[in-house]
């Protein structure tokens, strides 16, 4: 597991996947991007570069970035035995930390190595390759892959063993999400009391309520109604029941971790599927019986 990485699998060019791989082939490495979209990986390769195909076969690193630590198992089990011998494999899901280190466990009997590498910023910061990205996984391994990382965030965090990106990831997004809907409640509290919305978000941006939602969502998705960010209300969700799962694993009680759970799945289940998690701002609308809005502010659509 030593020496330098040339080719690069990548697996999983969804809304984030898609701009990392452009930023690592931007950075000189040979990339060979696969999707399970038919034509997905083909058509990222006609505007981007790189190869379509069997993202694993004689890698010697393979991004995955997929949903749900369950579709990485998927992959992986088809991927795996493609690898080049001392592979590394950087898991930049979301993904639960207990079945990244069973899958670690797994690979490791193969001599292929693995870390964890999630990523916060969203599309935006995917774009100009300035994620923050938080790892889990062996100092050696990390170290291989460091290259990597950096053509794709600016800010790199080691934080232990292998897991341990994925659960920090799961915490910053239980804070970002409890961030969210009591601003998103806020809003709704003023908005009866007379304030505009958006002179608000103004306020609490020049004072100690700001927050990421206040800075970066609440104007730009939830007043102007556009609820696009590119970050799924579903992806939100899997994520705050992997905050909780290791909560329980760790027996930390924490109860107004599992209330925002709750709430930001109760979302879910009202919206619907394939909504934006910025729309979890219509639930806390409708338990009020109320929409947010500003005169400062176009609606879009
Ligand atoms: P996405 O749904 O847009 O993309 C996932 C991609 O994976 C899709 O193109 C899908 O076709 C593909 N896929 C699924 N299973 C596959 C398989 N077995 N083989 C090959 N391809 C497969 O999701 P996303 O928003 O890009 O999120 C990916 C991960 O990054 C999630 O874990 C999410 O929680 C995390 N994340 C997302 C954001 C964001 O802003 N969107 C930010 C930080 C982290």
């Given at each position: 597991?030593?020496?330098?990485i040339?080719?690069?699998?990548f ?32 058509d990222?390769?006609?505007?981007h570069?790189g190869?379509?195909g ?67 910023g ?7 390759g300035?994620?923050?990205i ?6 050696a ?14 800010t ?10 994925q ?19 806020a ?15 103004d ?7 700001m927050?990421n ?10 007043l ?7 970050f ?13 799962q290791?909560g ?11 209330q ?5 799945a ?36």
């Open positions: 597991m030593s020496g330098t040339g080719r690069i699998g697996i999983g060019i969804g809304r984030m996947g898609w701009p990392m791989a452009i930023r690592l082939i931007e950075a000189g490495f040979a990339v060979t991007v696969q999707d399970a979209v038919p034509g997905r990986a083909e990222f390769v006609r505007r570069g190869t379509a069997e993202a694993a076969r004689g890698a010697e690193a393979l991004v995955t970035m997929l949903p749900t630590s369950r579709d990485v198992a998927q992959a992986l089990a088809e991927a795996g035995p493609l690898l080049a011998p001392g592979a590394v494999v950087i898991e930049m899901s979301s993904g639960e930390p207990s079945a990244t280190r069973a899958l670690a466990a797994d690979l490791a009997a193969r001599g292929i190595g693995m870390v964890d590498a999630p990523v916060s969203g599309v935006a910061r995917a774009e100009t300035s994620l923050a938080m790892t889990g996984g062996d100092a391994a990390l170290e291989r892959v460091d290259p990597l990382l950096r053509a794709m965030g600016t790199i965090t080691r934080c232990g063993e292998i897991g341990a990106g659960a920090m990831k799961a915490l910053n997004n239980l804070v970002s999400a409890a961030g969210f809907l009591v601003s998103v409640e809003l709704l509290i003023g908005s009866r009391f007379g304030l505009d919305p958006a002179v608000m978000v306020v609490l941006n020049a004072s100690t309520g927050n939602s206040t800075q970066r969502k609440l104007k730009q998705f939830v102007s109604r556009s609820f696009d960010s590119g799924g209300l579903d992806l939100m969700v899997k994520d705050l029941s992997i905050a909780l290791v329980r694993e760790t027996a930390t009680p924490a109860p107004l971790s599992a925002t759970r709750e709430l930001w109760a979302a879910a289940g009202l919206l619907g599927s394939g909504q934006d998690h910025t729309a979890a701002a219509r639930f806390s609308e409708a338990l009020a019986s109320d929409e947010l809005h500003s005169p400062q502010i176009n609606r879009k659509g």
